[in-house]
């Protein structure tokens, strides 16, 4: 049947909205709470470690081909080897990271706080809709529809015979529920307690997992193969010296601030850096 | 680093505020966030807005933050009774604060007593082991003292926890540049092009420091790093090509009694010295003449 319903105004003034004003103080609130709430947690040395290690990992991986291959070779070495290479894990540890991060009592009752924090309101909220709000069509979904949503959405409604269309307060609460979080990130800034969405989906993929990133850094170190770059530089070098010609007058801009960035004090046992003091250099040239 | 187009924002604003236009504010945070160091026009534009009681409460909670730059610009410029009373006032807000406790040891740092200083941080850094300042203020302190083994001794120490700091790999390797440990200083240099390998100054240094180790092999590789600074500047870092010609000719006595591999060696040298010899026509005609005496006696 696809008659049209004609839902009452008064549905507007006293579902939809207070339902939605409620849940943007609520989610306010929240906020506030977890800013007061928040402890400080003091960095674990050995976190810090892996974290810098894995981020010089990456580099080496990812610039690989500027460094001369004795270089590469060496620091492949350092990273990887059996003994005491940084990124190397031996299996037994591999397997501690979860239990620990379970018998830690701190991280264990951080945890429990955000995911406190996070559960309450939404379990009395949910109560709270389904208590006052319950037994009347509350909307109409602007599109069609199949009937496997018709358990979800319109929980409250006894009638099989309605549209799916017309949903219960239930799935207006879902809908502002993942849909506050643009509205949030606009009010409170950036950084805020209200993600839901994003905690829920880091509850499944558990946390931080040092080993796990370590020996997957590990095996792209061992995967990569050193090419180097540079090999057919003065190639290049030629092409680019061809264009300086071409250039002329643009090529007399001032000279790049190359040269002076550079600090003065330890570079000095290989020669001065400006052309102002060209004799040094010309002198230089002469004892080699 | 600082990018070319911060760069040019900076002494935009700089301009401007020296010209009495207004938006000292944006320029203090502008240097806080760039990490410069202009400590004279930082102090100067600092005080004013500090000492000026309306400007003050019109920065809110922004205000502590300011104290804390002017009092770090008065250090560099050593206006120890600026510094002092703007810590004092940053411990009456915060008594027991570690970032004041911090501040505290840089003006003990300021004042030359280093023993103090030393012992404020060390009991700072037990509270607190991975503050990164700290460390680095240690390193500072032993390389003011002149006790250079001890900075590097520090240094490494803080480079073993925090790897990923390329500022600190920059320190290090001018430290041992200052110091003829060439070997090492390689090391660091190639740790920063890793870390960016877009930048032609470390691509420069890294020239450098090779050219001078000497060796055939380490030569060879300066050359090739001279080349990609040149590469990366688009031709216009006149130390990478005087790097090239040094390099080549310094290749050819190294490698004279054995068979010379020539691939296009001369015509990089030549292409080199005509860019040269076109460059310092045009800015520096003077020196001319200096530079075709050297280019000549480079060609033997």
């Known amino acids: 049947m696809a008659e049209d319903l004609v839902l009452d105004t008064a549905i507007r003034d006293w579902v939809l909205i207070p339902l939605s004003v409620v849940m943007v103080l609520i989610g306010v609130l929240r906020y506030f709470v977890s800013k007061l709430m928040r402890s400080f947690q003091v960095p674990d040395p050995k976190i810090v470690k892996e974290g810098q290690v894995i981020v010089r990992a990456r580099n080496l991986r990812a610039a690989a081909n500027f460094i001369p291959p004795k270089s590469f070779r060496s620091r492949r070495v350092y990273f990887s080897n059996e003994e005491n290479g940084l990124l190397f894990v031996p299996k037994g540890q591999a397997q501690n990271a979860q239990a620990q991060m379970f018998s830690d009592p701190n991280m264990a009752m951080d945890m429990m706080k955000k995911n406190l924090s996070m559960i309450i309101p939404q379990t009395l909220t949910f109560a709270w809709v389904n208590f006052f709000f319950s037994g009347f069509v509350a909307a109409k979904i602007p599109f069609p529809l199949t009937q496997r949503f018709r358990s979800m959405l319109q929980n409250g409604i006894d009638l099989s015979t309605v549209d799916v269309s017309y949903v219960s307060s239930r799935s207006w609460y879902f809908l502002n529920l993942f849909g506050l979080r643009g509205l949030f990130s606009l009010i409170l800034g950036e950084e805020n307690a209200t993600d839901d969405t994003q905690r829920m989906m880091q509850m499944s993929g558990f946390g931080f997992d040092p080993s796990k990133s370590l020996s997957a850094e590990k095996d792209g170190l061992d995967i990569v193969q050193h090419e180097w770059a540079l090999h057919n530089s003065q190639l290049c070098f030629s092409r680019a010296d061809v264009g300086f010609h071409k250039q002329g007058k643009e090529a007399s801009l001032a000279p790049s601030n190359v040269p002076q960035q550079v600090q003065a004090s330890g570079l000095d046992s290989i020669g001065p850096r400006n052309e102002t003091s060209f004799a040094n250099t010309y002198a230089y040239a002469m004892l080699i | 680093m600082v990018s070319k187009t911060e760069e040019t924002q900076l002494n935009r604003l700089e301009n401007q505020v020296d010209n009495g236009g207004g938006g000292a504010w944006e320029y203090l945070c502008l240097a806080r966030k760039l990490k410069v160091r202009r400590p004279e026009k930082v102090l100067k534009y600092g005080l004013s807005i500090l000492n000026d009681s309306k400007k003050r409460s019109a920065l809110g909670p922004e205000e502590w933050t300011l104290y804390e730059q002017v009092a770090i610009a008065a250090m560099d410029c050593q206006c120890l009774d600026v510094a002092k009373d703007c810590i004092k006032v940053l411990r009456k807000k915060f008594p027991e604060s570690k970032r004041v406790g911090r501040l505290e040891g840089m003006l003990l740092e300021a004042k030359g007593l280093w023993g103090e200083a030393e012992k404020a941080y060390s009991s700072l850094s037990e509270d607190n082991p991975l503050d990164q ?25 803080y480079l073993e926890i925090f790897m990923a700091d390329h500022d600190a790999w920059r320190e290090l390797a001018e430290i041992y540049v200052s110091l003829q440990m060439y070997k090492q200083a390689a090391f660091c240099y190639e740790e920063l092009i890793l870390s960016q390998p877009t930048v032609p100054l470390y691509h420069l240094a890294y020239a450098d420091v090779l050219y001078t180790l000497g060796g055939l092999e380490n030569l060879q590789t300066a050359k090739k790093y001279y080349a990609s600074t040149i590469d990366l500047t688009g031709g216009k870092n006149t130390r ?12 050819g006595q190294v490698s004279k009694g054995r068979n010379k591999e020539d691939k296009e060696s001369p015509e990089l040298q030549s292409l080199a010295a005509k860019a040269l010899e076109k460059d310092y026509k045009e800015r520096a005609d ?9 280019l000549r006696s480079l060609k033997i």
Not at chain 2, 133 to 149: D, E, L, P, T
Not at chain 2, 240 to 251: D, E, K, N, Y
Not at chain 2, 286 to 294: I, R
């Open chain 2, 286 to 294: 003077d020196k001319h003449g200096l530079l075709t005496c050297v």
């Open chain 2, 133 to 157: 300042v700290i460390h680095k203020r240690r390193v500072a302190m032993a390389k003011a003292q002149g006790n250079i083994s001890a900075a590097i001794e520090w240094l490494n120490k």
């Open chain 2, 240 to 251: 990478a090509l005087l790097g090239i010609c040094l390099c080549t000719s310094a290749i």
